[in-house]
C-alpha cells in the first residue's frame, strides 16, 4: 500500500521554489518529510485515516522560510524590554521611561531596545537620561546593538564613570570633564553595564563567545530556557523554519536541546562558535567540537562567527576611504589582517564554515584578503563562506566574491528608507559619492554572487513579509543604480538561497517529495498582492517537521 499522508495542504497557489516543478495546488506530508507535491485531485487521494486537511484558501505556500541571521537568545529576552523604535523626543523617551520604570519597580536596569541616534536630534548624554530617571540603571541601545547610551546611574553600577582601556574597536566615550558622556560604542563598552541585568548568561554567545561563569545549574538553564522559547514562538509566527544564530556557545546549543527534549524546539537552529579577537587560532578546536556533538537536521553547529567591524552611524564600520565627516578616521578593524588570515585558515582547514559581519568597505575587503589567504593555503573547497551586511562594498571586489564562492548574507530592512530604518545619519555617514556603492542587492546577484536574506532580529523587526516588501520597493538613491530585485528573487533569498548557504540543499528550501516537511502558509496570494500591501500580510500556519507549530487561527 502506498504511503498515506498524516497532513495535507491543499487548495493552494504553491510556489516549490524546485526548478523542475515550480508550481502546485497541493502538497502532503508523512511524518517529516514531504510525501507529495502536486494537483488537488492527486494529492487529496493520499490522505490517511486520521489526515489533518489545511484548506489555504487560495492563499499562497512556500517552503519553510530561513532566518539566515538574527540573535535569538537575545532577541527572546529583548522582547521583555522597553521598546523605543518610533520614540522621538524629549518628551516621548521620557513618558516611555518612565511609564517602564513605573511597571517594573524591580528591575536593576532599565533597558530600552530601538533607540534612533538621533532620538533627540544628536546624541544621547547621561545628563539626558538622569533628567528622566536620576536614581536608576538606565541602558538605551540603539536598533544596530552596536552602541549603548547610560545614565550616570548605570556608569557608576557599572564601575565607567571614569572610563576603562578596552580592545580595538570599542569605546566609552570620554567627556572634557574626564568622566563618560553615557555613549558607549560596541560590546566590550557595553558589557559592563549590561552585566547589571544579571542575564549574563544569555548575553555570553554575543558578549564574548564563552561559556557562562559559573556553570549554569539546571534551574537556571530551565529560566533561561524561557527567554529562548519566547524566542522561537516569536519566529515560529513569522514561517521561519530554519534559523542561523549569529552569536553562540555550547551554553546556547544546551538551551536549545533542553527546550527539544520538552518538545518545545519549534524550528531548526545552527549555532556558531563566536571567535572574538582575543581568541588564538587554536580555539577552533571549540568550534569543531561543538560541531562534532551538535550535526543533525534540529540543532547543529558547524560554523565560526567573527565581526570584523561596528556599523556606519557610529563611525566603527571599517571603511577603505576616511568618513565625510570625520578626516582622518576609516575605522578600526577588530581583527588585524595577519591575525584574520590565520584564523580564517584554521577554520577552513577544519572544514568550518566562516561568517563574518563586516559593514564597510574596508571590512568587506579584509575579509576577502583573509578567505583568500585561506584558500592559498588549504586549496580550494566548497566551503560557501559569509559575509554578512555587506553595507558598502568597492565594486571591484564583488568579481573576487563570486569567484571564490562567498556568500552575501544582506538585510533589506537595513538599506535606509527601506523601512524602519531613516536615511540619515547613515546616508551622510556614507557620503553621496558613495551611494551607488551602498546596500546592493541586484549588483551582488547579477555579479554572480549567492545572496540570502535575513533581520538580523532583534536589530529590526523579524517579519519577513516587511523585509520582502522593504526589497521590492527599497529606495533608489540619487546617482545610484536601482538594486530592486524580483518577487521571486526575493522569495528565493528566503528558501532555496538560505539552504544553499547551510549546505542543505538537497533537503530544504524546495518542497519536493522526500526534502524536510517545513512548509509555510500565507493569508493570501502573494503574487497578487500590490507591492506596497505585502508587508502587511501575514502567515496563516508554520509547519516544521510536518508539525503544526504556528496557527494564526488558534493563536
Given at each position: 500500500?502506498?504511503?498515506?499522508?498524516?497532513?495535507?495542504?491543499?487548495?493552494?497557489?504553491?510556489?516549490?521554489?524546485?526548478?523542475?516543478?515550480?508550481?502546485?495546488?497541493?502538497?502532503?506530508?508523512?511524518?517529516?518529510?514531504?510525501?507529495?507535491?502536486?494537483?488537488?485531485?492527486?494529492?487529496?487521494?493520499?490522505?490517511?485515516?486520521?489526515?489533518?486537511?489545511?484548506?489555504?484558501?487560495?492563499?499562497?505556500?512556500?517552503?519553510?522560510?530561513?532566518?539566515?541571521?538574527?540573535?535569538?537568545?537575545?532577541?527572546?529576552?529583548?522582547?521583555?524590554?522597553?521598546?523605543?523604535?518610533?520614540?522621538?523626543?524629549?518628551?516621548?523617551?521620557?513618558?516611555?521611561?518612565?511609564?517602564?520604570?513605573?511597571?517594573?519597580?524591580?528591575?536593576?536596569?532599565?533597558?530600552?531596545?530601538?533607540?534612533?541616534?538621533?532620538?533627540?536630534?544628536?546624541?544621547?548624554?547621561?545628563?539626558?537620561?538622569?533628567?528622566?530617571?536620576?536614581?536608576?540603571?538606565?541602558?538605551?541601545?540603539?536598533?544596530?546593538?552596536?552602541?549603548?547610551?547610560?545614565?550616570?546611574?548605570?556608569?557608576?553600577?557599572?564601575?565607567?564613570?571614569?572610563?576603562?582601556?578596552?580592545?580595538?574597536?570599542?569605546?566609552?566615550?570620554?567627556?572634557?570633564?574626564?568622566?563618560?558622556?553615557?555613549?558607549?560604542?560596541?560590546?566590550?563598552?557595553?558589557?559592563?553595564?549590561?552585566?547589571?541585568?544579571?542575564?549574563?548568561?544569555?548575553?555570553?554567545?554575543?558578549?564574548?563567545?564563552?561559556?557562562?561563569?559559573?556553570?549554569?545549574?539546571?534551574?537556571?538553564?530551565?529560566?533561561?530556557?524561557?527567554?529562548?522559547?519566547?524566542?522561537?514562538?516569536?519566529?515560529?509566527?513569522?514561517?521561519?523554519?530554519?534559523?542561523?544564530?549569529?552569536?553562540?556557545?555550547?551554553?546556547?546549543?544546551?538551551?536549545?536541546?533542553?527546550?527539544?527534549?520538552?518538545?518545545?524546539?519549534?524550528?531548526?537552529?545552527?549555532?556558531?562558535?563566536?571567535?572574538?579577537?582575543?581568541?588564538?587560532?587554536?580555539?577552533?578546536?571549540?568550534?569543531?567540537?561543538?560541531?562534532?556533538?551538535?550535526?543533525?537536521?534540529?540543532?547543529?553547529?558547524?560554523?565560526?562567527?567573527?565581526?570584523?567591524?561596528?556599523?556606519?552611524?557610529?563611525?566603527?564600520?571599517?571603511?577603505?576611504?576616511?568618513?565625510?565627516?570625520?578626516?582622518?578616521?576609516?575605522?578600526?578593524?577588530?581583527?588585524?589582517?595577519?591575525?584574520?588570515?590565520?584564523?580564517?585558515?584554521?577554520?577552513?582547514?577544519?572544514?568550518?564554515?566562516?561568517?563574518?559581519?563586516?559593514?564597510?568597505?574596508?571590512?568587506?575587503?579584509?575579509?576577502?584578503?583573509?578567505?583568500?589567504?585561506?584558500?592559498?593555503?588549504?586549496?580550494?573547497?566548497?566551503?560557501?563562506?559569509?559575509?554578512?551586511?555587506?553595507?558598502?562594498?568597492?565594486?571591484?571586489?564583488?568579481?573576487?566574491?563570486?569567484?571564490?564562492?562567498?556568500?552575501?548574507?544582506?538585510?533589506?530592512?537595513?538599506?535606509?528608507?527601506?523601512?524602519?530604518?531613516?536615511?540619515?545619519?547613515?546616508?551622510?555617514?556614507?557620503?553621496?559619492?558613495?551611494?551607488?556603492?551602498?546596500?546592493?542587492?541586484?549588483?551582488?546577484?547579477?555579479?554572480?554572487?549567492?545572496?540570502?536574506?535575513?533581520?538580523?532580529?532583534?536589530?529590526?523587526?523579524?517579519?519577513?513579509m516587511r523585509s520582502i516588501q522593504a526589497a521590492l520597493q527599497r529606495p533608489v538613491y540619487e546617482g545610484a543604480q536601482d538594486e530592486r530585485l524580483t518577487l521571486h528573487e526575493v522569495l528565493a533569498a528566503y528558501t532555496i538561497g538560505g539552504a544553499y548557504a547551510e549546505h542543505t540543499e538537497?533537503?530544504?528550501?524546495?518542497?519536493?517529495?522526500?526534502?524536510?516537511?517545513?512548509?509555510?502558509?500565507?493569508?493570501?496570494?502573494?503574487?497578487?498582492?500590490?507591492?506596497?500591501?505585502?508587508?502587511?500580510?501575514?502567515?496563516?500556519?508554520?509547519?516544521?517537521?510536518?508539525?503544526?507549530?504556528?496557527?494564526?487561527?488558534?493563536?
Open positions: 500500500m502506498p504511503q498515506q499522508a498524516e497532513v495535507i495542504i491543499t487548495n493552494a497557489r504553491v510556489l516549490t521554489m524546485d526548478p523542475a516543478n515550480p508550481r502546485a495546488e497541493a502538497v502532503a506530508l508523512a511524518g517529516e518529510r514531504i510525501l507529495a507535491v502536486g494537483a488537488r485531485s492527486t494529492i487529496e487521494g493520499l490522505a490517511g485515516p486520521d489526515c489533518r486537511v489545511i484548506d489555504a484558501g487560495g492563499a499562497t505556500v512556500l517552503p519553510g522560510l530561513f532566518e539566515s541571521h538574527l540573535h535569538l537568545f537575545m532577541g527572546g529576552a529583548e522582547l521583555a524590554h522597553l521598546q523605543l523604535l518610533g520614540v522621538k523626543g524629549t518628551q516621548a523617551l521620557g513618558a516611555a521611561i518612565k511609564a517602564y520604570a513605573d511597571a517594573h519597580p524591580d528591575l536593576p536596569l532599565i533597558m530600552g531596545q530601538g533607540c534612533d541616534y538621533a532620538i533627540l536630534d544628536r546624541s544621547l548624554t547621561r545628563h539626558d537620561l538622569d533628567a528622566i530617571l536620576p536614581d536608576r540603571p538606565i541602558l538605551l541601545i540603539a536598533a544596530d546593538h552596536h552602541t549603548g547610551w547610560a545614565n550616570t546611574a548605570a556608569l557608576e553600577a557599572a564601575g565607567i564613570l571614569g572610563g576603562r582601556e578596552l580592545g580595538a574597536g570599542n569605546e566609552i566615550v570620554m567627556g572634557a570633564d574626564g568622566l563618560a558622556t553615557g555613549e558607549l560604542r560596541e560590546f566590550e563598552a557595553k558589557a559592563p553595564v549590561m552585566a547589571l541585568t544579571g542575564a549574563a548568561r544569555i548575553n555570553a554567545g554575543i558578549a564574548t563567545g564563552d561559556e557562562p561563569q559559573p556553570t549554569p545549574t539546571e534551574a537556571e538553564k530551565l529560566a533561561d530556557s524561557v527567554a529562548m522559547k519566547r524566542g522561537l514562538e516569536h519566529c515560529a509566527r513569522f514561517g521561519f523554519t530554519s534559523l542561523v544564530n549569529m552569536d553562540g556557545n555550547f551554553y546556547t546549543l544546551e538551551v536549545l536541546e533542553a527546550l527539544r527534549a520538552q518538545g518545545k524546539l519549534t524550528a531548526r537552529v545552527r549555532v556558531p562558535f563566536h571567535y572574538r579577537n582575543w581568541r588564538k587560532p587554536a580555539d577552533m578546536e571549540i568550534a569543531s567540537a561543538m560541531s562534532a556533538k551538535y550535526n543533525d537536521d534540529w540543532l547543529s553547529s558547524g560554523f565560526v562567527k567573527f565581526f570584523m567591524d561596528g556599523v556606519v552611524d557610529s563611525g566603527t564600520a571599517v571603511m577603505l576611504e576616511d568618513y565625510p565627516d570625520t578626516p582622518g578616521w576609516k575605522g578600526d578593524p577588530l581583527h588585524s589582517a595577519d591575525a584574520f588570515a590565520a584564523a580564517a585558515t584554521e577554520a577552513d582547514k577544519r572544514g568550518l564554515q566562516i561568517a563574518v559581519h563586516a559593514i564597510g568597505d574596508g571590512a568587506v575587503r579584509r575579509v576577502l584578503d583573509g578567505f583568500e589567504a585561506a584558500r592559498k593555503a588549504n586549496g580550494p573547497r566548497d566551503a560557501r563562506h559569509r559575509i554578512e551586511h555587506i553595507e558598502l562594498i568597492d565594486r571591484s571586489d564583488i568579481p573576487r566574491m563570486a569567484e571564490m564562492g562567498v556568500v552575501a548574507s544582506i538585510q533589506p530592512t537595513h538599506a535606509p528608507g527601506a523601512c524602519d530604518f531613516p536615511l540619515q545619519p547613515t546616508m551622510d555617514k556614507i557620503g553621496r559619492a558613495r551611494w551607488n556603492d551602498a546596500y546592493l542587492c541586484r549588483s551582488l546577484r547579477d555579479g554572480g554572487v549567492k545572496l540570502v536574506f535575513a533581520s538580523d532580529w532583534p536589530v529590526a523587526d523579524a517579519n519577513p538537497d533537503r530544504k528550501g524546495m518542497l519536493r517529495a522526500g526534502y524536510l516537511a517545513d512548509v509555510v502558509v500565507l493569508d493570501g496570494d502573494i503574487e497578487a498582492t500590490p507591492v506596497d500591501q505585502i508587508g502587511t500580510m501575514q502567515v496563516a500556519a508554520t509547519l516544521c517537521g510536518g508539525a503544526v507549530v504556528w496557527d494564526a487561527a488558534t493563536a
